[in-house]
């Protein structure tokens, strides 16, 4: 039992978004604590840290798009 959680645990962590990671490297904490806060939020908030967290992925992801510098009009 405990393969398949870590299992699907690093299926998520692969193929999310990397907010949590990226939200605790900006923080200066543990990714884990991160995750556990938005876990503990959804459950308090019925699913308002769900939505937060689906908001700033969508957020990040845009960054990363914009951000993106092409060295010449080819690269398009």
Known sequence: MN???EKLR?????RGFYVSS?????LGI????V???FIYSSFATFGIGFVAYLIL???LRLKDLVS???SSVFDL
Do not use: G, N
């Not at 690093?10 to 692969?14: H, P, V």
């Not at 543990?30 to 604590?33: G, N, S, T, V």
């Open 35 to 37: 995750r556990l806060f």
């Open 30 to 33: 543990r990714a884990k604590w």
């Open 68 to 70: 993106t510098k092409r």
């Open 10 to 14: 690093f299926f998520l962590e692969r």
């Open 22 to 26: 990226r939200l605790a490297d900006r």
């Open 57 to 59: 992925a969508f957020w």
């Open 3 to 5: 393969k398949q959680i």
